[in-house]
Nanobody
């Protein structure tokens, strides 16, 4: 199986910055995409940013120009640099990874989620 562990959340004032990290571990053969989602109380989980293995990235309109996603493929790690934070960015942020893992019969697709990490932006 594949485990994802997030770090870097916390409390910050509006206009401040935070960097989230997510490390994937386990019997990983390859990772096709890693990304970040968030869920605020009473809201559905939404995509924040995703980075694909080919280097392409995709962002939610609400974070474009403020957030940057980047990966260290050698460390199976994805980062989310969050600048100019706003109170509406307050949410639990979840890491997601998709790829292939090693199994007895060869390889199998996987999709894994981290437990989530709280980001709170005060006004």
């Amino acid at each position: 199986q594949v485990q994802l562990v997030e770090s870097g959340g916390g409390l910050v004032q509006a206009g401040g910055s935070l960097r989230l990290s997510c490390v994937a571990s386990g019997s990983i053969l390859s990772i096709n995409a890693m990304g970040w989602y968030r869920q605020a109380p009473g809201n559905e989980r939404e995509l924040v940013a995703v980075s694909s293995s080919g280097g392409s990235t995709n962002y939610a309109d609400s974070v474009k120009g403020r957030f940057t996603i980047f990966r260290d493929n050698a460390k199976n790690t994805v980062y989310l640099q969050m600048n100019s934070l706003k109170p509406e960015d307050t949410a639990v942020y979840h890491c997601n990874a998709r790829g292939k893992l090693i199994v007895n019969t060869g390889a199998a697709d996987f999709t894994s989620w981290g437990q989530g990490i709280q980001v709170t932006v005060s006004s």
